[in-house]
């Protein structure tokens, strides 16, 4: 197993920059039957960074969950994950769009 | 415990309160015994709203002597194990350890400290995953896992702790909102992994544990001011997790019972004293 002592000298040396799209799609791609489907891409406008995420169809409801809950908790991820990467104040609203 | 220092503060939220207060005491949350006076009500558009108001007892040495009582089976004595400190791992950050002694009553959540390599299938998966989970937030933090004491007869859980010497608070979120987010997408995907129920819980900085003893005492004191008043009372509204510690605490007091009301976000927790 990779220890947690590996991951933190990693993180140590270099920090890499939050990729929003790596972690929806790990988790993702952990969630559903058919990870070669998983599509994961950043679009920014003026406002908010909207992730858009696309999997199989049949594999809809495990990327959402019972009334959104899987969906809501990755929106709080996300939100801890932006925060880290753009500083709290040029913060813009985050999106996620999931079809 | 006769001499007793409390303040009360109020904020725009009850966090905020608890935090006014702790810095004017100069304490940490573990040195105060925290009551809910007022909730905030937000009101309409900022209309006829009114700030949350906490009262913050200052702890000495030894919890209340009521505690005990209300604790039950559910609180062994002793001190909890000092968590395995990995060298150089944790600074002196303001979310880690106290010395022994300083909280006796985190023996509720007494738990043990494993070894690397003693881990079960839980929480070593469960441990990868929580890692990769935080490496791909961009959150520089280790994982320590420790097994929780058993509280009833079910297995006891993993205890994946994320520690860190940055301020890791950002993971706890309102009223634990965002741990609980995070512990959901780890039991979540471990589980798959698994392809079974992952039993672990995921922490941060010992958060829950110190919540939970903070719980009890809440608990406990609201249980004796039911009966003394000889009506229900009515805690804060709170997440399912704690609402079920709420519960357990009181479970062995035969002169009160409990139970919830409200829905969703505004289910709390009633404790009504028993009728004679």
Same mark, same amino acid.
């Given at each position: 197993m990779s220890g947690g002592r590996n991951w933190r000298q990693r993180q140590q040396q270099s920090r890499p920059p939050t990729n929003?799209?790596?972690?929806?799609?790990?988790?993702?791609?952990?969630?559903?039957? @058919?990870?070669?489907? $998983?599509?994961? +891409?950043?679009?920014?406008?003026?406002? =908010?960074?909207?992730?858009? &995420? %696309? /999997? #199989?169809?049949? @594999?809809?409801?495990? $990327?959402?969950? +019972?009334?959104?809950?899987?969906?809501? =908790?990755?929106?709080?991820? &996300? %939100? /801890? #994950?932006?925060?880290?990467?753009?500083?709290e104040r040029q913060r813009k609203h985050i999106i996620l769009e999931i079809s | 415990m006769n001499v007793e220092e409390s303040i009360e503060v109020t904020g725009d939220d009850v966090e905020q309160a608890l935090a006014k207060g702790l810095e004017t005491l100069g304490v940490g949350p573990d040195d105060v015994m925290v009551e809910v006076l007022e909730e905030p009500a937000s009101g309409m558009f900022g209309l006829g709203s009114r700030p949350a108001r906490v009262r913050l007892r200052l702890l000495t040495a030894a919890p209340p002597p009521e505690m005990e009582d209300a604790s039950g089976a559910a609180v062994a004595t002793g001190e909890s194990a000092p968590a395995l400190q990995d060298s150089g791992s944790t600074g002196d950050g303001n979310v880690v350890d106290k010395a022994p002694g300083e909280l006796s009553f985190q023996a509720a959540m007494e738990t043990t400290t494993f070894e690397e390599g003693d881990f079960e299938e839980d929480a070593e998966v469960g441990k990868v995953v929580l890692a990769k989970l935080l490496e791909n937030m961009a959150v520089r933090a280790d994982v320590e896992v420790r097994r929780a004491e058993a509280t009833d007869e079910e297995e006891p859980p993993w205890m994946l702790d994320i520690v860190g010497e940055s301020d890791l608070s950002v993971l706890i979120g309102r009223k634990g909102e965002t741990l609980a987010s995070l512990q959901y997408i780890t039991r979540l995907v471990t589980s798959r992994e698994l392809q079974r129920r992952a039993n672990i819980v995921v922490d941060v900085g010992g958060y829950k544990s110190r919540r939970m003893s903070r719980l009890y005492a809440l608990a406990s004191r609201m249980a004796d001011q039911a009966t003394s008043l000889g009506r229900p009372v009515a805690l804060e509204p709170m997440p399912p997790y704690e609402r079920r510690i709420v519960h357990l605490a009181l479970r062995e007091r035969e002169d009160v019972t409990t139970e919830s009301s409200g829905e969703g976000q505004a289910r709390k927790v009633n404790i009504i004293p028993a009728s004679r």
């Open positions: 929003l799209e790596d972690l929806v799609g790990y988790i993702a791609k952990s969630l559903v039957n @058919d990870p070669s489907q $998983v599509r994961v +891409r950043q679009r920014n406008t003026n406002s =908010a960074t909207v992730i858009e &995420l %696309r /999997v #199989a169809p049949e @594999d809809m409801g495990r $990327v959402i969950g +019972r009334e959104g809950r899987v969906a809501n =908790a990755i929106r709080a991820l &996300l %939100r /801890v #994950a932006d925060r880290h990467q753009q500083g | -």
